[in-house]
Structure formats: structure tokens, C-alpha cells
């Protein structure tokens, strides 16, 4: 099994539907991250959790929510889905100067 | 705020020809820098890392990075291209060890002619 598991690996949604991406890991680390990744743009970041209770805004956090449900699982939702929100997005965990891990992606398409 | 800056969007490169990338980083501190690496469908790998440590950093699959404060740079260079080293790579950069929300660059594509 993968150390970073996202779930789905593709999703297709209407405009104004609401949908969840999640995230579990199993390498044991405190710092889960949710970035968005657009062509000519890098990764930018949406939400990060240093740990269960601590949930932070990223650069681009307008028009998502995150959950931190445990250490193993960090959930992103997009409350009403729109289309400039296509994209692909990546979960990751650090844990201290380690560098992070990242899931194989979520590829979501907002029609 | 962070940022980096990756020099051109898409390099060509022959098989077996030195394959150089290009990072440049705004940091008023010591920061910490990053390569990675993106094959198509998957997720990002980790090739190196720079940690305030030595200047030139080896990493995975022969590639390597040479850390220079005096030109903010953290290039990528690997002597000789293979045709597995086809993918999107980006530089990042944190601003300490306590401090893990990288910022990335806008990344660079590598392809590789036979």
C-alpha cells in the first residue's frame, strides 16, 4: 500500500456540488498539507495541520474547508464546486526536516 | 513571503547531453531548497535536499544540485541524460526547519530526444 493514499484519483463534478477528497497516510507524520497543482502555476498551497487540533489557511484557501479527522487523515472539501477549481491536487505529510511525501493525486474536473 | 523562480518551462535535451535546470530563490535567510521530480500520472518524489549543510548536494538517479548564496541559485544538473529522466521537475524552498509550507516553482519540463 501506498505510504500516502488519496481518494479518488479522479472525479468529475458538476458546478455547485459539493465534494470531498481524502487523504490517509501511514508514515506516522504530525504535518499534513493540501496543495493544488495548475499548468505554468507549480503546487500552491491550500490548508496545512501541524497536528489534529492545529488547522491552518494556505495561500489559495477561499472557497475550500479541510478536516483533520486524525493524524492519518486529512479530508478537503469544496463546498460548491466551481470551474476555475479543475485541477489536480496533491496530499502530503512532513515530519520534521524529512522533506514530504506526497499521493498520487486526485485529478478533479469541475463541469 | 518565499518564492523561487525555475528559468524556462520546457528544455529539450538529447540522450546522454548534460541536463542543467535552473532555481533561483528570493530569501532574506538561509533557506531551505528542494528538488522534485513529477512522471507523468504520479505524484511528486523527493530528489534532494538542501539543509544548510554541504553545498552540493548528491541525490537520487545521478542528479545533483550546487547550493550558492552569492547568486540565490540552486540549479539541477545530471552530466549525462536517459530517457527515463522525461518529467516535470520543480524546485521548492522553505524558510526554516521549523517552517514546512513549501513554496514551489512554476516547474520545468524535461524532454528527452533519442
Known amino acids: 500500500d501506498a505510504d500516502v493514499t488519496q481518494t479518488p484519483r479522479n472525479r468529475i463534478t458538476k458546478t455547485g456540488k459539493r465534494i470531498m477528497l481524502e487523504c490517509s497516510q501511514t508514515k506516522g507524520h504530525d504535518r499534513m498539507y493540501w496543495y493544488r497543482q495548475d499548468p505554468g502555476l507549480g503546487l500552491r498551497l491550500i490548508y496545512y495541520s501541524f497536528d489534529v487540533k492545529d488547522i491552518n489557511k494556505g495561500e489559495i484557501s477561499d472557497g475550500y474547508s479541510v478536516s483533520r479527522q486524525a493524524q492519518a487523515k486529512f479530508s478537503l472539501s469544496l463546498e460548491s464546486a466551481i470551474p476555475n477549481q479543475t485541477a489536480l491536487y496533491f496530499c502530503?505529510?512532513?515530519?520534521?526536516?524529512?522533506?514530504?511525501?506526497f499521493g498520487s493525486g486526485t485529478r478533479l474536473t469541475v463541469v | 513571503a518565499q518564492s523561487v523562480t525555475q528559468l524556462g518551462s520546457h528544455v529539450s535535451v538529447s540522450e546522454g547531453a548534460l541536463v542543467l535546470l535552473r532555481c533561483n530563490y528570493s530569501s532574506s535567510v538561509p533557506p531551505y531548497l528542494f528538488w522534485y521530480v513529477q512522471y507523468p500520472n504520479q505524484g511528486l518524489q523527493l530528489l534532494l535536499k538542501?539543509?544548510?549543510?554541504?553545498?552540493l548536494v548528491k541525490g537520487i538517479n545521478g542528479f545533483e544540485a550546487e547550493f550558492k548564496k552569492s547568486e540565490t541559485s540552486f540549479h539541477l544538473t545530471k552530466p549525462s541524460a536517459h530517457m527515463s529522466d522525461a518529467a516535470e521537475y520543480f524546485c521548492a524552498v522553505t524558510r526554516s526547519s521549523n517552517d514546512y509550507k513549501l513554496s514551489f516553482g512554476a516547474g520545468t519540463t524535461v524532454t528527452v530526444r533519442a
Open positions: 502530503a505529510t512532513s515530519f520534521g526536516a524529512s522533506g514530504y511525501t
Open positions: 538542501y539543509t544548510s549543510a554541504a553545498t
